[in-house]
């Protein structure tokens, strides 16, 4: 487990950023089972749901959740800039009410989502390490499960290798 300490406004950003990610279609399937077993964000975006009014938020993460934690940032940033041009308008369910929630002052004004893509970037390149590091673990994991399943191989079946 990787914890992650954010302040309250990297709280709230990380909170959009979860609700970027369920917002998508698929977005909690996993990869190699192609199943929903509740290991993305959603957990995640619940502890920062609640814990979004204190002044620091402590949130233990897998190295997976802190991944597509990542890559919710990255999409956000993007889906605000959207949000922003747009007029308070997006494409991902949930992301405009969550905007209202966390940051009232955008929905009176939505260009002012612009000015929160800083924030958003900022957030992700603080965490950009602990991402790189999660990743790479994922990495090694996944190659030591390979390797476990071609020892797993029995010698006499060739069209198996």
């Known amino acids: 487990m990787t914890p992650l300490t954010l302040r309250s406004e990297d ?11 369920l917002g998508r279609p698929g977005a ?4 190699e089972t192609r199943r929903d077993e509740g290991t993305g964000l959603r957990a995640v975006s619940e502890a920062l749901r609640t814990g979004m009014a204190r002044a620091v938020v402590e949130v233990d993460l897998t190295p997976y959740q802190v991944t597509r934690l990542g890559e919710a940032l990255a999409g ?3 889906e605000m800039k959207q949000y922003g041009i ?6 991902v369910p949930g992301l405009a009410a969550g905007m209202r929630e966390v940051f009232p002052e955008v929905a009176e004004d939505p260009g002012l ?3 929160l893509v800083q924030h958003v970037v900022a957030l992700r390149g603080r965490l950009a390490h602990t991402v790189e590091a999660a990743r790479a673990g ?13 020892r797993a191989k029995r ?3 060739i069209w198996k290798r």
């Open 11 to 21: 709280a709230r950003v990380a909170y959009l950023a979860t609700l970027y990610h």
């Open 28 to 31: 909690e399937v996993d990869r």
């Open 76 to 78: 956000l940033a993007n």
């Open 86 to 91: 747009a007029g308070g308008r997006t494409a």
């Open 113 to 115: 989502a612009l000015d």
């Open 138 to 150: 994922l990495a090694r994991e996944a190659e030591e499960r390979a390797a476990a399943r071609k």
């Open 155 to 157: 010698p006499w079946q």
